[in-house]
């Protein structure tokens, strides 16, 4: 499958302040990529979605840029919340219309 | 949205033996997936579960170790076969969902964990 990576495993941010998560694909030809957020025993909730041709999509509290350029995802949470604890996941949709994951990375936010 | 009930939620069994997974959706869809969660990794798909025809798989997972039904447009199960201890992992149902402006998203049951002894 493809190669969806993340750039770091781990991030820590104090609450309030916002926080960047960054992911890399190897598929110049994927079309669609969402972002995922997993908390603890729990399946991945969708967060926000963003198609190949745009380069910025906002949500409430969170923003995704695409760079395609450098195949380059990134998603922003604006003004973190414990809440927001959790392992995020870029995904990119290919060709074949399958889901592939990255690695994710966990965000813990410190009160 | 979809709301998507998959059981058991968790389960604990002995090596050799066989374990059927069950996932029930409130609403007709197209698409329905399985993934495969191993421990502190990401998500990886298994199948594609197709209503009336065998399952897709993908590269390095295969029938006979992981049957899958879809008997119809809300309901699909995976087997996992002959468990061994590199079996224990989070087992996904996953269905997609066509949004406005024709943006699929994909939505995901709590899963199962197994573990095997």
């Known amino acids: 499958g493809e190669s969806v990576g993340l750039h770091l495993p781990t991030l820590s941010v104090q609450e309030g302040d916002n926080s960047i998560i960054n992911c890399a694909y190897s598929n110049s030809a994927s079309d669609y990529f969402i972002w995922y957020k997993q908390e603890s025993g729990k399946g991945p909730q969708f967060i926000i979605d963003i198609r190949s041709n745009m380069d910025k999509r906002q949500g409430q509290r969170v923003t995704v840029l695409l760079n395609k350029t450098v195949k380059h995802l990134s998603l922003q949470i604006a003004a973190t919340q414990p809440g927001d604890s959790a392992v995020y996941f870029c995904a990119e949709r290919n060709g074949a219309n399958n889901l592939f994951f990255g690695t994710g990375t966990r965000l813990t936010v410190i009160p | 949205s979809a709301v998507i009930s998959q059981k058991p939620s968790r389960d604990i069994c002995q090596r050799g033996t066989s374990l059927t997974i069950q996932c029930q959706v409130d609403s007709q869809v197209t698409m329905m997936f399985w993934y495969r969660q191993q421990p502190g990794q990401s998500l990886t798909l298994i199948a594609t579960?197709?209503?009336?025809?065998?399952?897709?798989?993908e590269s390095g997972f295969v029938i006979d170790k992981f049957p899958i039904s879809r008997p119809n447009l809300t309901f699909s199960t995976l087997t996992v076969s002959n468990m061994s201890p590199e079996d224990s992992s989070i087992y996904l149902c996953s269905v997609e969902v066509v949004g406005q402006g024709s943006n699929e998203k994909l939505f995901f049951g709590s899963g199962t964990q197994l573990s095997v002894l």
């Open positions: 579960a197709n209503q009336g025809s065998e399952a897709t798989y």
